[in-house]
């Protein structure tokens, strides 16, 4: 069983920076140009993840702590 959450989370630690590198890319394409990326709403979606973050305060916590360690950690 430890290998098994071992391995899940060597795929999420080699997931996670090219995730947050495409949504980068999609941010600044998306800021440039003003159209969204093949259908995809970047910087309207994260406003919209912001503002849900905002009613529920609990989950906009535990949210905005799992981002501040994801960053921590990369540094």
Do not use: H, R
């Not at 899940?8 to 440039?32: A, H, N, R, T, Y």
């Not at 159209?35 to 305060?57: A, E």
Request: net charge positive; hydrophobic share 55%.
């Amino acid at each position: 069983m430890k290998n098994i959450i071992n391995k899940f989370k060597e795929i999420i630690d080699q997931i996670l920076p090219l995730s947050f590198s495409l949504l980068c890319f999609g941010i600044v394409f998306q800021l440039i140009l003003g159209t969204p990326v093949l259908g995809w709403d970047v910087v309207g979606n994260i406003s919209q993840v912001i503002g849900k973050l905002g009613q529920n305060t609990f989950i906009g916590v535990a949210a905005l702590l799992f981002f501040y360690t994801m960053v921590v950690k990369g540094k």
